[in-house]
C-alpha cells in the first residue's frame, strides 16, 4: 500500500490535487486501498470539496465487507492528529499519530448480535456454565444493566416483548470482549477491539482537525 508519509516528505508540503491524481493512479491498478488512502488525505485537506466527498465515500463503499451478520467498514492508512486542545485533560497535547490500515464495524455490537455470534441463548438470558461459575455470575450481574440500557423500546415499563437488536452492547467486560474475537477470528484474519488511536481514527471520519466526524457544529 502507499505510504503517503512518505510522498510528503520527498515532494514537500500537501497538495490535494497531488494526492487525487494518486488516487487515480491506483484505481487504474485497482487498487482501491491505496486510492481511498489517497483521497482520504485530500479529503482531509479540503473537506468542503463535495465531489472529493463523494468520490472518496464510493471508494470506500466498495471496500466494505459483510460478515458474522456486521458490516465492516475500511478506515485508510495515515497519519492524523489525535487529541484535542480543548478537550480532556488527558486529550492534551495534540500530536501526530501514523496508524495502518483496518476495518472497523460500521455501528457499535448489539446485545443480541453478541449473543448470535457466540451461539447464546438470545438475550437476556445467559449461558449457565458449570465449569465457570464465576464467568456466569459476572455475565448475569451485567445482564441486569444491559435489560434497560440496551431495550429498544421507548416504553420499558415492562419486559414483555423486549428487543436489544439495535442499541449498542453495555457492561462488556474484557473477558467477553476476548470470547468474541476467538470466535470471530480465522487464521487469517484476527479481530479484536481497536486501539484508542485506531477508534479516534475511524471517529473521526477523515476531517483533519475537527472536533466532530462532522465537523465543528454542535451536535
Request: contains cysteine.
Amino acid at each position: 500500500m502507499i505510504d503517503l508519509d512518505e510522498v510528503i516528505a520527498s515532494h514537500g508540503p500537501d497538495d490535494p490535487s497531488r494526492y487525487i491524481a494518486i488516487a487515480d493512479h491506483f484505481l487504474q491498478l485497482d487498487d482501491r486501498a491505496a486510492a481511498a488512502t489517497a483521497l482520504d488525505r485530500a479529503f482531509g485537506l479540503t473537506p468542503d470539496d463535495l465531489d472529493l466527498a463523494r468520490h472518496r465515500s464510493q471508494i470506500l463503499d466498495t471496500l466494505a465487507v459483510d460478515e458474522h451478520g456486521l458490516a465492516w467498514r475500511f478506515v485508510p492508512a495515515g497519519t492524523f492528529i489525535m487529541g484535542s486542545a480543548v478537550g480532556d485533560p488527558d486529550e492534551r497535547p495534540p500530536h501526530p499519530r501514523r496508524v495502518g490500515a483496518f476495518w472497523i464495524t460500521e455501528v457499535p455490537l448489539s446485545w443480541t448480535r453478541e449473543h448470535a455470534i457466540l451461539g447464546w441463548p438470545e438475550p437476556p438470558s445467559f449461558p449457565e456454565r458449570e465449569e465457570d461459575r464465576e464467568a456466569a455470575f459476572l455475565i448475569g450481574q451485567r445482564s441486569k444493566i444491559r435489560r434497560y440500557y440496551c431495550d429498544d423500546r421507548a416504553d420499558r415499563n415492562s419486559e414483555a416483548d423486549a428487543t436489544y437488536d439495535r442499541k449498542p452492547l453495555v457492561g462488556a467486560g474484557i473477558d467477553e470482549a476476548e470470547l468474541l474475537g476467538e470466535r470471530l477470528s480465522t487464521d487469517a484474519v484476527r479481530i479484536g477491539l481497536p486501539t484508542e488511536a485506531q477508534w479516534e481514527k475511524a471517529a473521526r471520519g477523515g476531517l483533519v482537525g475537527k472536533r466532530y466526524a462532522w465537523g465543528d457544529a454542535p451536535p
